[in-house]
């Protein structure tokens, strides 16, 4: 029994992936197609195509590892194999079509912004890309150059028996004499890359929001998140489940207390967050060494970080949520110049006041 992989929608480059899948619309890209061919294990690979193509350098890295492959490779053609599509049908070994199919050649596309130089420079590069495509197509039909060149210049529609006339495929599945079915249009559409880069960037926001949401449904469930330091922008927070429910009660309360003290944390570091450099902020929310808001506040005084605006209100803000806004520093004698301790939390609030009463003093 041969492994099946199928070749569906838009071919797409692996960081587009799980874009795609998230919006659960059919997509392929080579790493997907590669760990398929690595599970076959050298038995015979049978690659179902319905796809009308896409990134032109993905379809390549797909036709290569087909070719590649050192069993046997049959493709079947099922729907449309157009663009980077009718490629990557190039890799296989046999190549079948169903007589309602259709294989679809063309030149290489893209947009350039620029000068004449610009445009001229991307029409180059396109011409290379047609002649490396227009290669797969010649080891496959034994056409010429030209020949293949002028088919992609026109945007060549091809039924199963043109195909086969041609030499782009072996074979004409079920060839019972059913009358072709003509295919109107095609247009693989990408999803378009702003809106890529917007959701990525939103997903990972809403990484760091959806943290407090999982350690509640923890609690729920009973089980015990792991320390706060695990937790980053990159990879949710590990869970340790245990085998043990003779005494459930305890460990959901722990994880409630949990929930509590994390949700208390980041409040308190929001309310002074926008007096602090936003990175040094997401540092402290969800870095590798998570901070408290006193911490925060306290390194961001010893690292310059603190944004000139306001910079009296968040020390209040800090001492309050760390429960330190009580805490006096020692009265000095007016002569004596007091030396501060940036180690100690003391001294840094009395920092915090004197630059807050100098600034107050230059706008009276």
Known sequence: MPSKIEIRGVIIPNDYQWIYDWFEIEATSP????????EANGDDLEVIINSGGGDVFSGSEIYTALKDYPGNVTVKIIGVAASAASVIAMGGKKVMMSPTAQLMIH???TSTWGDKRDHRHAAEFLQTIDASIANAYRLKTGMSQNELLTLMNK?????AQDALEKGFIDEIMFDDGNQLRAVASLQAEFIPQKVIEKLRNEIFRKKGENQMEKLTQMAAQGTAPQSSASMSTEQPPQVITTAST???APQAAMSADAVSKERERLRAIDEIAANIDPALVNEAKYGANPMTAEELAFRAMKEGKLMNAGLFEAAVAANKSAGTDNVQAQMQPQAAEKEFDLNNIRDVNEVFRNIAAMSFGRHQ
């Open 246 to 248: 003779a005494a459930p």
């Open 107 to 109: 030149n290489a596309s």
């Open 155 to 159: 945007e060549t529609w091809m039924n």
């Open 31 to 38: 790493g997907k197609v590669n760990q398929l061919i690595q």
